[in-house]
């Protein structure tokens, strides 16, 4: 029945009668209460002890320290989200997880190691030391960008299409002590900078622009070898055409252009030619006509000329009785001069040469 009285045991917390609410052999079913606490404390060990489990509808405000489990055995459940930081006791002093039980993923904004040693290890072996230098043990993948402002690197530096198992695209490497730099097409190497040994480009072209200094220079203190052509191009790559070295079948052809037209050409075995401009040959003064030669011509084949006019000097290897040449004018000059003027088809196109000696 309903009571109205406040039960009060007859001693506090001590053996004997009015020490208990229930006995051993009868407990009560139920204890409902509202507002109030419950201040239990045993005589012999200070503990209040439970021999069931414990449901705490509402907040529960715990002081003191806290032990959850006596054994591996037991076990923390969460059903709830954490609303403060987890702190431990004491610094550099306790792990969260171990090497046979992990925890599966971590979910962090920002990461501080705070230690010395700054070491991020992987199944036990160290991957990444982080501090002044960052040091990464092992290969490095990347599926997007990796941004630093100094990159060191024990082995190779290796870029791939789309994914780690794609095409190569470069290589950075060492062969002994020398750096090679490869570039790749269709996983064949079509460029290489060699530290040492031999440097090459066989794919596509090699465009070098800049206005003044180093930028703008191509310089090589040996060879420079092409399997296409050399060309040198006006202001920049869509600009005029000015000159072009290249191949026709195996011959070596240079053109020199103006206006984008080829006007003197150097053929390795067809016909060359000088059409723009003059050439001297022996001096650098120009004399106005479009062919200068200050020395002697010697010649094993045929000169075909329109017409010679030489001033004091000598004629050699000219033959004694010449056929088709008719006797021509001979005839005085002032002082020592002797000039004689033959018309003849002797030299392959009819000719007039004027010999001044």
């Not at 930028?215 to 420079?224: P, R």
């Not at 016909?271 to 030669?293: E, H, I, W």
């Amino acid at each position: 029945m309903p009571t109205a009285i406040n039960l009060v045991p007859n001693n506090t917390g001590s053996a004997g009668v009015g020490s208990t609410l229930g006995t051993e052999a009868k407990k009560w079913d139920n204890i409902f209460a509202g507002t109030g606490s419950i201040d239990a404390i045993s005589s012999s060990n200070g503990t209040t002890d439970i021999f069931a489990d414990l449901l705490v509808r509402g907040d529960a405000d715990i002081r003191g320290n806290l032990t959850f489990g006596n054994s591996t055995s037991d076990s923390i459940t969460f059903g709830a989200e954490v609303s403060s930081s987890i702190i431990p006791d004491a610094n550099d002093s306790y792990d969260l997880g171990n090497y046979v039980k992990a925890w599966s993923k971590v979910y962090t904004d920002d990461l501080y190691l705070t230690g010395s040693s700054g070491a991020i290890y992987q199944a036990g072996t160290k991957r990444l030391t982080l501090g002044a230098t960052n040091t990464f043990v092992g290969n490095i993948s990347a599926s997007g960008g990796i941004s630093a402002s100094q990159l060191t690197t024990y082995d190779d530096i290796t870029l791939k299409y789309n994914a780690d198992g794609g095409d190569t695209l470069v290589r950075i490497y060492d062969s002994s002590d020398d750096g090679i730099i490869d570039v790749y097409q269709n996983n064949s190497i079509t460029a290489r900078i060699h530290g040492y040994g031999e440097s090459f480009i066989r794919g596509g072209g090699l465009v070098v622009s800049g206005s003044t200094g180093y930028g703008s220079n191509i310089t090589a203190s040996g060879k420079i070898d092409s399997w296409d052509e050399f060309r040198l191009i006006d202001t920049n790559e869509s600009g005029d055409t000015l000159a072009r070295i290249y191949a026709s079948s195996d011959d070596g052809i240079i053109d020199v252009y103006q206006n984008n037209s080829v006007k003197n050409r150097i053929h390795g075995y067809g016909q060359s030619y000088f059409t723009g401009g003059s050439a001297s040959f022996g001096t650098t003064n120009d004399s106005g006509k479009q062919l200068t030669v200050a020395g002697d011509i010697s010649a094993s084949g045929n000169l075909n000329v329109q017409q010679i006019t030489a001033s004091i000097g000598t004629f050699s290897n000219l033959p004694s009785s010449p056929v088709g040449i008719p006797t021509g004018s001979l005839y005085t000059l002032s002082g020592s001069q002797l000039g004689m003027e033959i018309s003849s088809s002797f030299l392959g196109n009819p000719a007039k040469i004027i010999l001044i000696k």
